[in-house]
């Protein structure tokens, strides 16, 4: 049974990652600010990476995975494969030191790195010519989604807005006003988690936001082979 934990304002060190896009990002928290962080961007090697992640960020934090006092991770939107890979590892880690799991939306913690404070979007790589994607009104502030959906077809809901993310830097006749962060950081999720749990919101539970089918599907004319 998981015991209860003391307010987040006392003796908090946040461990947050994200698995959502191609880059494999770990930090570390303290309820103040980012005390080590590490990332890589490599779309088929999340798997492999994020351990060898986490046991950097502690070893730079000179810490240990036990002095943890809750688990941060990006939800997505994302790939099947790459984001189950942060969710499991991050639910395992709860689970091991009995201490809380919060989820944050991975495009919330593009726009919270961005620092933009006027509309704009985030758009994130979806593959098939998609983008997973969000409006703002600032850095803190989601208005519609996330949703998946072809450029093209949101082009005049996000016309005239400036926009971040990988997904807006692939398409820049449907957002002309693109620029970084491309990527996801899990200091950005961290920090975002630690004002939000500082003023008392509470945070998504970790569950994964696939918003469409994984690539990968049993064919629909698959026979059952049973022995005779």
């Known amino acids: 049974m998981r015991r209860a934990w003391a307010p987040y304002a006392v003796c908090v060190l946040l461990l ?26 490599d779309a088929r090697r999340h798997g492999e990476l994020l351990l060898p992640a986490v046991d950097r960020v502690l070893a730079e934090a000179d810490t240990r995975l ?11 939107p994302g ?10 590892t991050a ?23 961005s620092d933009l404070e ?14 997973y994607w969000a409006r703002y009104d600032d850095a803190r502030t ?5 949703a998946v959906d072809r450029p093209a ?3 005049e809901q996000v016309a005239g807005l400036p926009a971040v993310g990988a997904g807006a830097l692939l398409y820049p006749d449907t957002f002309p006003q693109a620029h970084e962060p491309e990527h ?27 918003l469409r089918r994984p690539d990968a599907q049993v064919p629909k004319n698959y026979k059952v082979v049973t022995p005779k």
């Open 16 to 41: 947050a990652l994200d698995t959502a896009t191609p880059a494999v990002t770990v930090a570390l928290h303290d309820g103040t600010s980012v005390v080590a962080s590490s990332s890589q961007v």
């Open 66 to 76: 036990d002095a943890v006092t809750g688990i941060v991770v990006g939800v997505g």
């Open 79 to 88: 790939p099947y494969t790459g984001l189950r890979v942060g969710l499991m």
């Open 91 to 113: 639910d395992t880690f709860g689970l091991a030191l009995g201490v809380p799991v919060h989820g944050v939306c991975t495009l919330d913690g593009l726009a919270y790195a």
């Open 118 to 131: 006027v509309p704009f979007v985030v758009a994130t790589d979806a593959r098939r010519k998609e983008v």
């Open 142 to 146: 989601r208005v519609t989604g996330p």
């Open 153 to 155: 077809e949101i082009a």
């Open 184 to 210: 996801v950081s899990a200091a950005a999720l961290a920090s975002l988690a630690a004002e939000k749990l500082a003023a008392g919101e509470e945070l998504a539970p970790p569950r994964p936001l696939y």
